[in-house]
């Protein structure tokens, strides 16, 4: 991370977050009778212009983290500061200036478009939420750079979704996105709906806007090698939590977490000259249920290296002065790898 | 292999069409391979390509109409097929050629249990007895690495997690010991570590029966890993098709190449991709000529008029369906 940035305060703080879903039984009587602890005291920080990937398998709570970083969903504890503000507590307008600087892009962009507006409603509806942004007699023009920026015709600004393919539709998804100039752009699996040959467009689109705007992003996907590609920063999540952060080089080329290097040993490499000639990482069984984790350390019931320290949960800290923490009692070095 | 005795699976210029009310969509259009014993061969697509539609036409699980198979052949032990009487069909399908799907709570029955619906396999099959299919069934969830198979026979398809639910459709493919199994993207809907456990049991399965498996994905990664032999599908048809190692180091065709660089790589840090420009055509509107000629970096006036036959490569069995096949062959890679 260059110092500049470290020295700026960050965009966006999450510090201990969780959110717990209660299980209910009964109908007329709802009792509660646990929660799925979809997210389990999480801290993060992402300073501007910095790109942190946050990967992680189905179930581990990386969807429900978006929605909170967003500020779509409230914690059940812990805090989110975006920008130097606590979404929560501001009054309703407030909140809205706050959502400005932060903006999302969505996985499908089959869905997350509506289907009965044109291209050109799309991009610049948020306008509509908020007027003092852009003056109205400059939307237009607004709406065909967008366009223009995302690599569309605007031209075709009175085209309708399904008009469009599908990695043109997730280009009109980041348009809308940019619409209001944030400063930070959270993006869930963008490119997990997309073709292969589809995916590098977006990817590469996300790159330079990252760069030609220096925006902050916050990318999740269960794909490693994506979000390798366009990320500084990882944080990989593990049943509601986070067992890992690093640069992307320290996750990739020493990984200290068990988690950390199965994922990377199941990831397979398209190359068939490097074969995954050893199983030994790889892992066995399923994911534990969010609503019945393991206790202690919630990797244990999977970790080849499992002990009876284990039971007791590990901190997410760092060792040997590195900036690559991780939760983990044993965590694996250069001597043990 | 003899040269005499019949590939154990030939598909040969196969072409079908849907016959629809809004006009003829022709989703394959002229695919050929061929499947030998205890080779994995892999089939590889992206949406559209038609690669479903070709499983599902060997199969034979495609409705007349709208579907209908207007030229080819596919030829099982140089048997063929598609003019087979349809209770020999039906009686080939399952014990000689099975297939797994891509989402097995959609395949499975949510009202039967496993037990049930595997052990319906030899009932109907084999005629046994339902003691004596339920014991097969616990025996064949046993040989799949399933836990505790004898207590979870009598669970219902959504107690599984999405793992062991696939493990349950590959024991209902292999129950009646195929020659041939086709996977249809058998593990695009698990997660990454899960996937990585189901190819390597259907590579231990496959090293016990020497089954020919037809492995049908858009994931380059996963082709790599356990491809033997590959067939790149394009619009409905074959562009190029190679040994794994071949395909990935010296690619024939401008498609297969796009794909190669504008895939992100754990192994290629920060690498640059190369997108592939524009998107797969619709089955409805496929481009003249060479169907990849309009998203093409090396596209010449001919290639938008003249479908360019196949080439044969300096390698054994590299084929590719490009008018300079050659060049881009040699160009290197990377």
């Not at chain 1, 790109?51 to 989110?80: F, H, N």
């Not at chain 1, 990797?299 to 991780?326: I, K, S």
């Not at chain 2, 020659?179 to 399965?205: C, G, N, S």
């Not at chain 2, 992100?264 to 420009?277: S, Y």
Request: glycine share 8%; hydrophobic share 40%.
């Amino acid at each position: 991370m260059p110092p500049l940035a470290e020295a700026a305060p960050p965009l966006l703080q999450a510090t201990a977050l969780t959110r717990h879903f209660p299980i209910t039984e009964g109908v007329l009587l709802k009792r509660r009778t646990g929660a799925v602890r979809a997210v389990d005291g999480v801290d993060l920080t992402v300073h501007p212009a910095e790109t942190l990937g946050i990967v992680g398998e189905s179930g581990c709570g990386k969807s429900t983290l978006a929605s909170l970083l967003m500020a779509l969903d409230r914690p059940t504890s812990g805090s989110v500061v975006i920008d130097g503000q606590d979404p929560f507590s501001l009054s309703s307008r407030e909140l809205r200036t706050v959502r400005r600087r932060v903006q999302m892009v969505l996985q499908d962009p089959y869905t997350s478009l509506n289907p009965r507006m044109t291209a050109g409603q799309i991009v610049g509806e948020p306008f509509a939420i908020h007027p003092e942004a852009v003056r109205k007699a400059d939307r237009g023009r607004r709406v065909d750079e967008l366009l223009e920026t995302v690599g569309l015709d605007p031209t075709h600004r009175d085209r309708y979704p399904h008009q469009f393919s599908g990695g043109q539709r997730q280009r009109l998804g980041i348009a809308r996105a940019l619409a209001l100039g944030p400063r930070l752009l959270l993006c869930d699996e963008p490119v997990s709906a997309l073709d292969v040959s589809v995916q590098a467009q977006v990817l590469n689109l996300l790159q330079e806007l990252r760069r030609d705007l220096r925006l902050a992003c916050v990318f999740i996907s269960h794909d490693l090698a994506v979000v390798q590609h366009l990320c500084d920063r990882i944080a990989v999540m593990y049943l509601g939590k986070i067992v890992e952060t690093g640069t992307r080089e320290q996750i990739y080329t020493t990984p200290r977490h068990p988690y950390t290097r199965a994922l990377l040993a199941a990831a397979p490499v398209p190359d068939p000259r490097r074969r995954a000639a050893d199983d030994e990482h790889l892992l066995e069984g399923d994911l534990p249920s969010p609503a019945s984790p393991p206790s202690g350390c919630r990797f244990r019931t999977r970790c080849p290296h499992a002990r009876e320290q284990c039971l007791v949960e590990p901190e997410l800290r760092t060792r040997d002065g590195a900036d690559h923490p991780t939760a983990c009692h044993f965590p694996i070095t250069r001597r043990n790898a | 292999m003899s040269a005499d005795t019949p590939p154990l699976l030939e598909v040969d210029d196969l072409c079908v069409e849907f016959r629809t009310r809004r006009g003829t969509i022709r989703a394959v259009n002229g695919l050929s391979y061929t499947l030998h014993e205890g080779e994995t061969l892999a089939l590889l697509g992206e949406s559209g390509s038609g690669k479903s539609v070709a499983a599902q036409a060997v199969m034979g699980l495609l409705d007349t109409p709208p579907a209908h198979i207007t030229r080819g052949s596919v030829r099982l032990r140089g048997e063929d097929l598609l003019s087979m009487p349809p209770e020999h069909r039906r009686a080939a399908r399952g014990t000689r050629v099975s297939m797994i799907f891509q989402d097995a709570l959609t395949a499975l029955n949510p009202v039967l249990t496993v037990g049930d619906q595997l052990s319906e396999m030899f009932r109907v099959h084999r005629g046994e007895g339902r003691k004596a299919a339920l014991a097969r069934a616990v025996a064949l969830m046993d040989r799949v690495r399933i836990p505790a198979a004898a207590r979870r026979v009598h669970d219902y398809p959504h107690q599984f997690s999405g793992g062991m639910r696939q493990r349950v459709m590959i024991a209902m493919a292999l129950a009646l010991d195929p020659e041939v199994v086709i996977a249809d993207e058998p593990t695009t809907a698990l997660d990454v570590t899960v996937q990585a456990q189901i190819m390597r049991l259907l590579k231990q399965l496959q090293d016990e029966t020497r089954m020919g498996l037809l492995l049908i994905t858009h994931d380059l990664g996963v082709v790599a890993q356990a491809a033997d032999r590959i067939t790149v599908m394009y619009a409905g048809r074959t562009v190029e098709s190679a040994g794994a190692e071949d395909l990935y180091t010296r690619p024939g065709h401008p498609y297969t190449r796009g794909l190669l660089d504008s895939v992100p790589r754990l192994d290629r840090m920060g690498k640059p991709l190369v997108p592939i420009n524009g998107a797969p055509p619709l089955p409805s509107s496929v481009p003249t000529g060479c169907a990849f000629h309009p998203r093409c970096p090396r596209a010449e006036p001919r290639c938008g008029r003249e479908a360019p036959p196949y080439h044969t490569l300096s390698t054994a069995g590299h084929r590719s369906a490009c008018h300079f096949a050659e060049e881009v062959h040699r160009a290197p890679v990377g």
